[in-house]
């Protein structure tokens, strides 16, 4: 099993900038994908970026490209997402998960563990 927690959500002010970050623990010695996704109440879980085990490659939801970056730290078993520019449309229950497979997929069934979220909220 693998468990998930993600952190620091909150309040932030478009424009500004957020880091969100997930610990994972348990069986991580894998060489799993990690991804974020995001919801919103009445909407489908959306994509919203992933990367491969090596951090060389990376995947964005074309709404956030260009201003949310995703990282990995393999020796913490953390992975972040850096969140600049935020618009008010970026408010959302920010999730973590990890695929079953080594491929930063877009689907999210493609990931077998989740985190709990964290809620983000971006106040124009």
């Known amino acids: 099993q693998v468990q998930l927690v993600e952190s620091g959500g909150g309040l932030v002010q478009a424009g500004d900038s957020l880091r969100l970050s997930c610990a994972a623990s348990g069986r991580t010695s894998s060489s799993a994908a990690m991804a974020w996704f995001r919801q919103t109440p009445g909407k489908e879980r959306e994509f919203v970026a992933a990367?491969?085990?090596?951090?060389?490659?990376?995947n964005y939801a074309d709404s956030v490209k260009g201003r949310f970056t995703i990282s990995r730290d393999n020796t913490k078993n953390t992975v972040h997402l850096q969140m600049n520019s935020p618009k008010p449309e970026d408010t959302a229950i920010y999730y973590c998960a990890r695929a079953t497979s080594s491929v930063p997929s877009k689907r999210q069934y493609d990931y077998s563990y989740w985190g709990q979220g964290t809620q983000v909220t971006v106040s124009s």
């Open positions: 990367i491969t085990w090596s951090g060389v490659i990376t």
